[in-house]
């Protein structure tokens, strides 16, 4: 017997069962695990694999093909099928012919495993690329053949660019790197390529809007049995804010200890202080009685004079140890900052010369500090003095007054809130960045020993921390400094 497009032909040619029914032909098509589908000319079901008739049901012989297909798709490609409990199934189909008959056979694939394979696929990359995102971490492969770069999302959005204009090369990375690292950069690249070693290096990278990001870069080089480099990949992670955060903690803790130092100094010197001041009692009241009982004309009346001049100047310097060591008297009065700050510029206009140009800008309706009136004085004084002192050939003083709102750990040792803030500056000397740290120490002065105890700003600091408050400075040397003292405002 053999088998034709029309059926089977016996040696008597005496007509049989189509050949899809032969016993072999339907052993064959139940074995496949494809779906098959057996369709006369008009497109109805003739037999079916075993695979094909578990999905749509065996009943479905003899019905329209093209009734299992949602939308009566065709059958090429890919499509959904009706399965027999009503699910919808995705499929991929394609149309064969048979033979020299007008018989037709469909060959489909169930694309179920595959989708579902496809969709974890992608919720694993989802998730992956979520993971980079939260690390601020990407990934980078570099052909070394070829040159071509390709980067994960994370590393675009690190650099600021944008995927679909960004030359991806080698040329085009080290354009993104900041001027003053791309030689470092590829210095350590190309090192590691020709040494075989992995490489891990810290960089900036200069974003098209002027920002500029601190990352840290790994990556290695695999090579052919011959030693040709192939293939580079790597990591790129943001680390600014990290970098941030330690020169911040760094700042805080040479801050705090710049703190402790001066709490334990201005224990030490107020204690002295008192005794000093009793010692400086008792001369001044002994040298007085002195010169009461001497009589008129004696020589050494003039020497008893100097030394109440010598020790009323060591008492005064006293008043000022005690000052940095506690607060004046009447320390939580309220005051309206305005009123006195008007009346220190009113005075220094009188004083300054005219070699100094003075500008104030003192607004009427800031709200009131807790502060004692004397004390806020003080500290406008002394850092005037401080501002003149600083420009001898002359300069500009801008002496302002303005309410601020800070956020937390702005200005370091003050909380979120409002404040007035005093800013005293001018255009003088400045200060060496290696002498800015210990402007607030006692009897540290830039000036010569002659010229100043080294006091004066060590007071206003002891004063505006005593009220809740804090001052800061800024200086460049040969552009000036800048002081501001921030006091919390009231209701």
């Known amino acids: 017997m053999s088998l034709s497009p029309s059926g089977p032909v016996s040696a008597s040619a005496t007509p049989s069962a189509p050949w899809w029914d032969e016993p072999c032909a339907t052993s064959l098509l139940h074995a496949v695990s494809e779906l098959v589908f057996l369709l006369d000319a008009d497109g109805k079901i003739l037999t079916m ?6 999905l749509v049901g065996e009943g479905c012989v003899g019905a329209q093909f093209s009734a299992l297909v949602v939308g009566g798709a065709p059958t090429q490609g890919e499509a959904v099928l009706r399965a027999a409990g009503g699910a919808l199934v995705p499929v991929e189909l394609d149309l064969r012919p048979v033979g020299r008959g007008d018989a037709r056979l469909v060959v489909g694939r169930d694309l179920r495993a595959q989708r579902a394979l496809e969709q974890s696929l992608e919720r694993t990359l989802a998730r992956y690329r979520e993971a980079q995102r939260l690390a601020h971490l990407g990934h980078w492969e570099l052909d070394l053949v070829t040159q071509e770069l390709s980067w994960s999302e994370e590393i675009y959005r690190l650099f600021g660019l944008d995927p679909t204009r960004f030359g991806a ?28 070693h992995p490489y891990q290096i810290e960089h900036r990278v200069l974003l098209p809007d002027g920002t500029v990001r601190v990352v840290q870069e790994r990556g290695r080089t695999t090579y052919a049995d011959d030693g040709t480099p192939l293939r580079s990949i790597g990591t790129v992670q943001d680390i600014t804010a990290a970098r941030r955060a330690e020169q911040e903690r760094e700042r805080l803790t040479v801050r705090l200890a710049e703190a402790r130092k001066a709490e334990a100094l201005g224990t030490l010197v107020g204690g002295l202080a008192h005794d000093f001041n009793n010692l400086l009692t008792v001369i001044l009241g002994n040298t007085d009685l002195a010169i009461d009982g001497l009589s008129v004309g004696v020589p050494v009346e003039e020497d008893l004079r100097q030394v109440m001049i010598a020790a009323r100047r060591a008492r005064d310097i006293v008043e000022k140890i005690l000052l940095y060591h506690r607060p004046p008297p009447g320390a939580s009065s309220v005051t309206q ?10 005075s220094l206009r009188a004083s300054l010369g005219h070699r100094v140009e003075l500008r104030a800008q003192i607004p009427a309706d ?15 004084v002394n850092l005037c003095s401080n501002a003149a002192t600083a420009m001898p050939q002359g300069g500009v003083l801008s002496l302002a007054l303005s309410q601020v709102q800070l956020s937390a750990d702005q200005v370091a040792g003050l909380p979120e809130g409002r404040f007035v803030c005093l800013t005293v500056e001018d255009t003088g000397t400045g200060i060496a960045p290696e002498r800015l740290g210990r402007i607030f120490d006692p009897y540290f002065t830039t000036r010569a020993m002659s010229e100043g105890a080294g006091l004066g700003l060590s007071v206003v600091y002891g004063l ?13 040397q040969g552009r000036g400094t800048k002081v501001s003292v921030y006091l919390p405002a009231l209701s």
Request: proline content about 4%; hydrophobic content about 45%.
């Open 337 to 346: 900052p305005a009123v006195v700050i008007g009346e220190v510029v009113q």
């Open 49 to 54: 694999s075993g695979s094909a008739a578990v």
């Open 366 to 380: 800031l709200p009131a500090v807790r502060i004692a009136g004397q004390a806020l004085h003080r500290v406008a």
């Open 169 to 196: 090369s080698y040329e085009a990375f080290l354009s993104a790197i900041h001027p003053d690292d791309r030689e470092l950069v590829d210095r350590a690249f190309s090192a590691s390529v020709a040494g075989r």
């Open 464 to 476: 505006v921390r005593s009220h809740g408050g804090q001052a800061t400075v800024e200086s460049e």
